[in-house]
């Protein structure tokens, strides 16, 4: 009899045990939330702004560069050129306002006076010619004719006096304020060509935007490039970005400036420090490429980390877990 109590409670308290590991282990649940993802691939491709001749490949695939390191040139001789002659067209332009600022020299007011004297002269003569023939006419001396041509040149002389008399008006008050105006704008014009010719000039460097890895390099010294033709593609190594999701039931345990952990499957023991930076306001189905317990089929929000201070255990496109310590509450 004995024996069969003490089975009995051997058989209840192995029940117990196991009703509790199965039944109230399932209630306890795991407080940190996980997501998944992968590392931003983010790159630029380089290319120069103007067409020309390459002359220079400073790096090669696989070299690290850093921001405002010097990659690439093109010949610059043409732009050179261009600039030269932008330059002598300013001052040009300068010589042109200059002159019309100035207005006109004392000679020149000078000559156009004596013109003017002359003219006068010329006038006061023909009057007195025509004063003569009138008379002859009168007594019957000349002709008529003699006397019309004696007034024709007096009508002659007057208007080449009125022409002088201008010419010299127009020589004291110098250009016209609407000239100046014109010639300083053709100024500003020719300067701006300048600036535009050296800024060409300074696009035959190519400079690094910021630091990377030089992930290819598409041409060789002595190609013809079109702008806008890539000539590096830069891996940017900052800052690093982790592009994961979380689940539409979990969107209430994480928020803006939360501090979370990347691990990635190469040292799960030595995680990365982050802070989530961005949450997608809008829903959208779990991508293919994110593996988790969840359907694909189940709606997800897209969030950034920003790794605080990643190193080259890090590469872009490389699948990743995002641990967020106690994010659940903890139910027994």
Known sequence: MKRVAIVFVILAALGGGAAWYFYGRETTQDPDLLLYGNVDIRQVDLAFRVTGRLEEMLF????????GDLIAMLDPVPFEESVAYADANVAVRVA??????AGARPQEIAQARATVVERQAALDNAMRILERQQTLVQEGNVSQSVYD??????DETEARLVSAQ?????VIDGARPEDIAAARANLQAAQVQVDQAQTQLDDTSLFSPSDGTILTRLHE????????????????DRPVWVRAYVDEPDLGLIEPGQTVEVITDTDPNRPYEGQIGFIS?????????VETTALRTSLVYRLRVIVEQPDGGLRQGMPVTVRVAGARPVTE
């Open 149 to 154: 041509d004696a007034l024709t040149t007096m």
């Open 166 to 170: 201008e010419a010299l008006a127009l």
């Open 221 to 236: 010294p002595g190609a013809i490039l079109a702008a806008g033709q890539t000539v590096y593609t830069l891996s940017l």
């Open 281 to 289: 306001p809008t829903a959208e189905f779990t991508p293919r490429t």
């Open 96 to 101: 042109q306002l200059a002159n019309l600022e």
């Open 60 to 67: 090669e695939e696989g070299d690290a560069v850093t921001a």
